[in-house]
């Protein structure tokens, strides 16, 4: 007789967390839009290293409270040539997004981004030694046709398209780093070392190329910094109290938000072309994304 009341409650509680999640995704989002566009927006003005500097440095900050709550205790890796070489992953990913979102429109640019899944599964068969499946492989063609609708190549190369495909490969190289990392390595460290390090390396040629701002763009740019600290930590929320298949089709909702921000902010109106590849390529990445949680 309880195992109705009991059940029932269960169900609540998992559509409640369900909901939470989805509603932390967007958030993420709007926040990972946010970073982009003020990214953007003080790209006309900063050097890409300055940028990259002070968010690094405004992550630092972020992660103090935590830290001095542990009494800085647990920071050095269990594995340390391995965290090492995440967080210098990390750090190039870092540079070139920055690169690339100041010198593209934005759509395009959020686009790009979403073929991370289909460089994880390329890089899944090489460094974990997964098979390949055809209809995965079907669909991570699908997704290429999609980036080649956005990127339309020519004779010229773009850097800042070649910085954008760049920074996705590198972050499905992150994605897969990650997960060898996850069991001994929690998030704080992950994040404290790959800024950390960014820190290290950008601060000489962040000095040198240094574009002193007014009071203004400091808040600028320490706002850019807080919004991609808040998109990474939502996205950590979201994923820890959601179903994740459920949850991460909403992470394309940061699509719709970048074409109203770029439309609003920077007057970037895609074309026909662009809306059709996104199309492909969030079809290809849910798909892979179902084929991933579906029992073998």
């Known amino acids: 007789m309880t195992d109705g009341p009991h059940t029932s409650a269960q169900s609540d509680t998992s559509r409640a967390d369900t909901l939470r999640g989805i509603v932390l995704i967007v958030l993420a989002s709007c926040f990972a839009v946010a970073s982009s566009a003020l990214t953007k927006a003080l790209s006309e003005t900063f050097p890409s290293l300055q940028i990259v500097w002070v968010r690094a440095v405004v992550t630092l900050v972020c992660l103090l409270p935590f830290l001095l709550r542990s009494r800085f205790a647990g920071l050095w890796p269990a594995r340390p040539a391995l965290m090492t070489f995440r967080s210098f992953n990390a750090a190039v990913i870092i540079v070139l997004n920055i690169y690339a979102v100041g010198r593209l429109p934005l759509v395009d640019f959020t686009a790009i981004g979403f073929t991370t899944p289909l460089f994880v599964i390329g890089l899944s068969f090489f460094i974990l030694g997964d098979k390949p499946q055809l209809k995965r492989s079907l669909a991570t063609l699908l997704g290429f046709a999609g980036v080649m609708m956005i990127v339309r190549p020519t004779g010229a190369v773009s850097l800042g398209l070649v910085a954008a495909i760049g920074g996705a490969f590198c972050l499905g190289l992150g994605v897969l780093l990650i997960r060898l990392l996850s069991r001994t390595e929690g998030q704080v460290r992950l994040m404290l070392w790959s800024n950390g390090l960014l820190v290290l390396l950008m601060g000489v040629p962040a000095y040198t190329l240094w574009v002193p701002p007014n009071a203004a763009e400091i808040g600028l740019l320490i706002a850019a910094g807080l919004a991609g600290t808040l998109t990474q930590a939502f996205i ?19 699509i719709l938000i970048a074409v109203a921000v770029g439309f609003a902010f920077f007057g970037e109106v895609p074309d026909v072309l662009t809306f059709v590849g996104a199309a492909l390529i969030i079809g290809a990445g849910l798909f892979i994304a179902r084929m991933r949680s579906s029992p073998a």
Do not use: N
């Open 236 to 254: 950590l929320m979201a994923y820890e109290v959601g179903e994740p298949t459920v949850i991460a089709p909403f992470d394309y909702s940061r």
